[in-house]
């Protein structure tokens, strides 16, 4: 590199934002975490690249809350269908889970705990399970039902 190279500051292009510090990104996240966990927002997905604190983020943050909450490896989709029966008010974190979120069965049942009907006003999200009569038999065997309202979140 030549000496006498012209030292300035790199120009903000128009119409594209500056990015953010890793401080300004770990203070989005917790802001972020803590509209799911007050209701406000029903999920939230959390991306990037491993080691950057995404994961003690979320559970740091949700510690300070009085929103029960559960952390969830990977695992089939009568499996997550089960774990949000059974955590239907609390706060799931689904974490590292890649085969799952290659699993259209698994995407639809997180995408029935995060949407809902709005009727009056109120929002109601139902999950449902079809599936034949083994895996009913299974779930009943378990005393989970084949659909629950879910008031819960999903990070």
Same mark, same amino acid.
């Given at each position: ?6 030292? %300035? $500051?790199?120009?903000? =292009? ?5 990015? *953010? !510090?890793?401080? =300004? ?5 917790? %802001?972020?975490? /803590? ?11 959390? @991306?990037? @690249?491993?080691?950057?604190? /995404? #994961?003690? %983020?979320?559970?740091? @943050?949700?510690? /300070? !809350? #009085? ?5 969830? /490896?990977?695992? %089939?989709?009568?499996?997550?269908? *089960? $774990? ?14 890649? #085969? *799952? ?9 997180? $995408? *029935? ?12 999200? !139902? ?8 895996? !009913? $038999? ?12 879910? #008031?819960?979140?999903?990070?």
């Amino acid at each position: 590199m030549a000496t006498n190279a012209p030292r %300035t $500051k790199p120009t903000l =292009q128009a119409g594209v934002a500056p990015r *953010m !510090t890793y401080l =300004q990104c770990i203070a989005n996240l917790e %802001t972020q975490v /803590k509209l799911v966990a007050n209701g406000a927002r029903y999920g939230l997905l959390v @991306t990037g @690249t491993g080691g950057n604190g /995404k #994961t003690w %983020t979320v559970g740091h @943050t949700l510690a /300070k !809350t #009085t929103r029960p909450y559960v952390f969830l /490896k990977d695992c %089939t989709p009568q499996g997550l269908y *089960m $774990k949000l029966f059974f955590s239907r008010n609390a706060i799931l974190v689904v974490e590292d889970c890649p #085969t *799952m979120l290659r699993n259209d069965r698994a995407l639809g049942i997180l $995408k *029935m705990a995060t949407a809902g009907i709005t009727h009056r006003g109120l929002v109601t999200r !139902t999950v449902e399970w079809t599936t034949g009569a083994a895996g !009913t $038999k299974a779930l009943e065997n378990a005393g989970v039902p084949t659909q629950f309202i879910f #008031t819960g979140g999903v990070i």
